[in-house]
Every structure is written in C-alpha cells, then in structure tokens.
Nanobody, 127 residues
Framework: QVQLVESGGGLVQAGDSLRLSCAASARTSSTYAMGWFRQPPGKEREFVAAISWRGGSTAYADSVKGRFTISRDNAKNTVYLQMISLKPEDTAVYCC????????????????????WGQGTQVTVSS
C-alpha cells in the first residue's frame, strides 16, 4: 500500500508560480511511475503530467505544456510539479497518483491506469 500526500497548493494571482509536492509513504522510487491530475470546479478529472520511475520520460497535457514541469527525487520519495505563468483556468484540486511501472522509462497518462491516489491540494488562481 502506498500513501501519497500532496502539499504546496494555495491562492495565487495570474502569472504567479507554485510548486506542488507529493510525498510517498513507501519506497516508490524503485518501481512506481507517477502522475499529476487535476479536477477543476464542476468538471471531470483531467491529466496534467506524468513521469517514469527513472525520471527520464515525461508527458504533459497540451494545456500546461511549457508552463508546468514534473520531476522526482527518488531519494526523498517525492514528486514535484513546478507551475509557472499560472492562469485562472488552472484553478483545480491537484492530485498525485502512483502505479507500478512495467519499465523504468514508461509513464501513464490515463487516470484508470493508476493504483494509488493522494487526497489532493487546492490551487486557486485569481485574475
């Protein structure tokens, strides 16, 4: 069982930056691919970014490409989401997720592929 705890959310203005963190309770560095998803108010959950367990392969939703960066520190069992140039439409609850990876360079972009989820952290971007 893997427990994930997100932090770093908050209320910011458009154009500001935030860095989200996702700390894992178990040693995820050796086998787990990780992802970030978000659920805007009144909308369905959507994919944001994913990273392989080696950290060498990443993927992003078109809406965040060039503004968000996913990274991981396996020694700290932590995954990060650096967000810059935030827009009001980035307002959402952001959740991280983990899944046992089939290989070190594989990432997953569909929510139904993930096994474990955090509770989420709220990000609100005001205009």
């Amino acid at each position: 069982q893997v427990q994930l705890v997100e932090s770093g959310g908050g209320l910011v203005q458009a154009g500001d930056s935030l860095r989200l963190s996702c700390a894992a309770s178990a040693r995820t560095s050796s086998t787990y691919a990780m992802g970030w998803f978000r659920q805007p108010p009144g909308k369905e959950r959507e994919f944001v970014a994913a990273i392989s367990w080696r950290g060498g392969s990443t993927a992003y939703a078109d809406s965040v490409k060039g503004r968000f960066t996913i990274s991981r520190d396996n020694a700290k069992n932590t995954v990060y989401l650096q967000m810059i140039s935030l827009k009001p439409e980035d307002t959402a609850v952001y959740c991280c997720a983990a899944v046992p990876a089939i290989s070190g360079d594989y990432y997953y972009t569909r929510g139904d592929e993930y096994y474990y989820w955090g509770q989420g952290t709220q990000v609100t971007v005001s205009s």
